[in-house]
């Protein structure tokens, strides 16, 4: 009997909390300033991408004129034809650098933005003493006491070592 009552205390000593992260962000006018720059660098590369490739594409024409109208040797055509092999394959490898750039871009931007919503997400819930507080926009845990963390338990418990 005193277990359970000594098990009832804890649990509802226990305080958790819940918060839209989603829609908290969306109000931050920051958010808005990083959404507007990613998009501006976005535009940016895509023209570069659209230049280099409409470059290209006046290349491979000018040159398929050349040698329907017999302007130009085999060899020195087949010469061309590789530079702009080699210049679509650099083309392809720019578009890949893109998404890389975008994604340092974006993480660049918001990190520091998702990085002050945590910090006050966790003062919150230190002022309010709760132990958990949930995402209900994405059902995300966002803030947990480290002394519920029970990791090393479970791995101790499955015989996985730390």
Same mark, same amino acid.
Do not use: C
């Given at each position: 009997m005193g277990l359970l009552l000594s098990i009832a205390t804890i649990a509802t000593a226990q305080k958790f909390g819940y918060c839209n992260s989603s829609a908290l962000l969306t109000q931050l006018p920051e958010v808005k300033a990083a959404d507007s720059d990613l998009k501006d660098f976005q535009a940016q590369l895509t023209k570069k991408g659209q230049e280099m490739q409409k470059a290209l594409q006046t290349k491979a024409q000018a040159l398929q004129l050349k040698q329907e109208r017999g302007e130009i040797a085999p060899k020195d055509f087949e010469v061309q034809a590789a530079r702009l092999k080699e210049e679509e394959e650099n083309l392809g490898k720019y578009e890949q650098d893109v998404y890389q750039k975008l994604s340092e871009k974006r #993480?660049? $931007?918001?990190?520091?933005? @998702?990085? =002050?919503?945590?910090?006050?997400?966790?003062?919150?819930?230190?002022?309010?003493?709760?132990?958990?507080?949930?995402?209900?926009?994405?059902?995300?845990?966002?803030?947990?006491? #480290?002394? $519920?963390?029970?990791?090393? @338990?479970? =791995?101790?418990?499955?015989?996985?070592a730390n």
């Open positions: #993480e660049q $931007l918001f990190k520091p933005l @998702l990085d =002050k919503v945590n910090e006050a997400m966790k003062s919150v819930a230190a002022e309010q003493k709760l132990s958990m507080v949930f995402d209900s926009g994405s059902q995300i845990l966002l803030y947990a006491d #480290e002394s $519920l963390d029970v990791t090393k @338990l479970v =791995k101790a418990k499955l015989g996985i």
